[in-house]
């Protein structure tokens, strides 16, 4: 992986091979899509653009970047491979800013531009080298002047002023946690609103949606086109794109799920048959689940993955195959603070919790929020009279469903409260 101090030049990574997990080769990079961002921070690099073999162009986000070596760029996990659509937000570095002229005291074009990590594969554009023109001699040769590196604060064109645009907030949001996305979209104006929704990406649109209140969910993806709908609805947990789906029309909702691919519309599907506040009506159907030849660090390793909640990941299943939700017999659960203590070479299933007993789908509201208590757990397997495992009850999914229908707005209207009274 590259150093978090080690400057990667953006012209070197245009035309670099991408290879996937087992080392094959499925394209080319073609450019860095990058967004600016207000209050003095560096642009935030926001992915990739790659050619693929067949020449469509598709989008791999910088969270899928795993390493980027002087000859490649490896990939990790799986892609979109939809074509490529910019955003109104969006810079793409090489098509919008390389070779392109700028303001200074003689005739200067940006010649490449350096990103680095500055986290765990999050990335920021950092040096910009300037090549400035030199004087044509009288037989029409002129030499060719050293780049001068400075920083992209010096280059006017990567500074976003503090007018809030549309653009603007896009940058800003991708700062922001979800419930403060959201209340920024609660706060808006419905053209403001539309403009900023027509720009963000699915899935931070569709994890501020799970933290609007119910109403403003229905009205939200009520406003988007089928296809942009189902789009979001898939990126929702499928727990929460359930819920919501259930609340749409019958035929907009059976609409929206003919459009979802097979496996995400079977996930909602799924849940869809239990009754909202059940077991089976809360639970994901997406926890850690293990074989019973699994290792402790092979369970750390699936804990790991940026994409789980807190809360998912202290726990993982044991079951026999198939180990996707439903899957084969239930065999039992460990909790991540055990396999913490214990060696990585120790088979997960010689670990388990005896004293958990299961959640069964059809429990209802009351009988699962005892089971949490009684337990003191932030998530319980679900597993059918048959033995096979379903999914897995959140804490956080159950106040969702022991608070008042409206918390998600009376809490927006406090924070509006607030403000106004600090103001």
């Not at 009684?374 to 679900?382: E, G, H, I, S």
């Not at 009279?385 to 918390?407: F, I, K, N, S, Y």
Request: with cysteine; hydrophobic share 45%; aromatic share 4%.
């Amino acid at each position: 992986m590259v150093a978090n101090d080690a400057q990667v030049f953006i012209s070197r990574v245009i035309g670099m091979p991408i290879v996937d997990a087992a080392g094959d080769q499925v394209g080319r990079v073609k450019d860095v899509v990058c967004y600016l961002r207000t209050d003095g921070r560096a642009p935030r690099v926001k992915g990739l653009v790659i050619e693929l073999f067949a020449r469509a162009r598709i989008f791999v986000p910088m969270v899928r970047v795993h390493d980027i070596t002087p000859n490649q760029v490896a990939i990790l996990g799986q892609v979109d491979t939809r074509r490529f659509k910019r955003r109104e937000a969006e810079v793409l570095v090489a098509a919008d800013l390389l070779d392109r002229n700028i303001q200074r005291d003689r005739p200067t074009r940006i010649h490449d531009i350096s990103m680095v990590q500055v986290r765990n594969r999050e990335w920021e554009l950092a040096s910009v080298a300037l090549r400035a023109s030199t004087v044509v001699g009288r037989f029409g040769f002129g030499g060719r002047s050293k780049p001068e590196v400075v920083s992209w604060k010096d280059i006017p064109e990567l500074i976003l002023s503090s007018e809030r645009t549309a653009a603007h907030l896009i940058a800003e949001f991708s700062d922001m946690k979800a419930a403060d996305i959201a209340q920024e979209l609660h706060d808006m104006d419905s053209e403001a609103r539309a403009e900023v929704i027509e720009a963000l990406d699915d899935d931070v649109l569709a994890e501020a949606i799970e933290e609007l209140p119910e109403d403003e969910q229905i009205e939200l993806i009520s406003q988007l086109d089928t296809e942009r709908a189902a789009d979001v609805l898939a990126e929702m947990d499928p727990d929460d794109a359930a819920d919501l789906i259930r609340d749409l029309p019958e035929d907009v909702a059976e609409d929206l799920l003919q459009r979802m691919e097979p496996e995400e519309q079977a996930d909602v599907r799924r849940l869809m048959v239990y009754e909202d506040a059940t077991a089976g009506g809360m639970m994901t159907p997406e926890p850690i689940i293990l074989d019973t030849d699994a290792t402790v660090a092979q369970a750390l390793a699936h804990a790991r993955v940026e994409q789980l909640t807190p809360a998912l990941a202290s726990m993982v299943f044991v079951c026999r195959p198939p180990l996707e939700t439903p899957s084969g017999r239930y065999v039992g659960a460990v909790h991540t603070q055990r396999l913490l203590r214990e060696a990585p070479t120790i088979l997960v299933a010689t670990l388990l919790d005896e004293n958990l007993e299961p959640l069964r789908p059809h429990s209802q509201l009351a009988q699962v929020s005892r089971f949490f208590a009684t337990y003191n757990l932030v998530v319980a397997p679900v597993v059918t009279e048959e033995g096979q495992l379903v999914g897995a009850v959140t804490v956080d999914d159950v106040l969702d469903h022991m608070l008042p229908d409206d918390w998600r707005g009376d809490l927006m209207d406090e924070v509006e409260a607030t403000e106004v009274s600090d103001g």
